[in-house]
T-cell receptor, first 113, second 112 residues
């Protein structure tokens, strides 16, 4: 059972487009959500962190929102650039007796020049 | 600079030869964790530690050991590596464990 679903799994867009990446949790008890970027073979770079009392966070061209009632988060990227090409992962904390983030399998984004 | 440092970055070893992957953080975080990343399976937690001398199993702990003798260090030990442990490994730390994870750069392990 996949607890975290990211849609789409892959996305290819021309440079300059605005785009939305989706993350949904089967268990809406998830809170404290974090978006990461991962370049091929590299580590995870934190992009945005939304704590349970917040609904959205913004950093530059990135905006992330969290709707706890529906168990969904979106990452909005404005004016995409080739340098945005990477895999984007969402992760949420679920209080289940073990302390861990639950990760989605990611969206592979390619921005074409 | 606040960071999580893993070593080595790349490691090729043979089946059964004990190895240790080191992880160190300089943020005075109480929580540390190890994940492995495999194609199609995403990131899965191996072990985590809430503080010094406090460790617990994650989702895939078989074949791994950890220790937390100091707050900053959380090594991952493979006593007898097998080919199915070939993977990309990440160490992470967090102030409390429920948000704000910082990840290391990863260790790509190949067991032949």
């Amino acid at each position: 059972k996949q607890e975290v679903t990211q849609i789409p799994a892959a996305l290819s867009v021309p440079e300059g487009e605005n785009l939305v990446l989706n993350c949904s949790f089967t268990d809406s008890a998830i809170y404290n959500l974090q978006w990461f970027r991962q370049d091929p073979g590299k580590g995870l770079t934190s992009l945005l962190l939304i704590q349970s009392s917040q609904r959205e966070q913004t950093s530059g061209r990135l905006n992330a929102s969290l709707d706890k009632s529906s168990g969904r988060s979106t990452l909005y990227i404005a004016a995409s650039q080739p340098g945005d090409s990477a895999t984007y992962l969402c992760a949420g904390y679920k209080e289940s007796g073990t302390y861990k983030y639950i990760f989605g399998t990611g969206t592979r984004l390619k921005v074409l020049a | 600079e606040a960071q999580v440092t893993q070593n080595p970055r790349y490691l090729i070893t043979v089946t059964g030869k004990k190895l240790t992957v080191t992880c160190s953080q300089n943020m005075n975080h109480e929580y540390m964790s190890w994940y492995r990343q495999d194609p199609g399976l995403g990131l899965r937690q191996i072990y985590y530690s809430m503080n010094v001398e406090v460790t617990d199993k994650g989702d895939v702990p078989e074949g791994y050991k950890v220790s937390r003798k100091e707050k900053r260090n959380f090594p991952l030990i493979l006593e007898s590596p097998s080919p199915n442990q070939t993977s990309l490994y990440f160490c992470a730390s967090s102030y409390r464990g429920d948000y704000g994870y910082t990840f290391g750069s990863g260790t790509r392990l190949t067991v032949v």
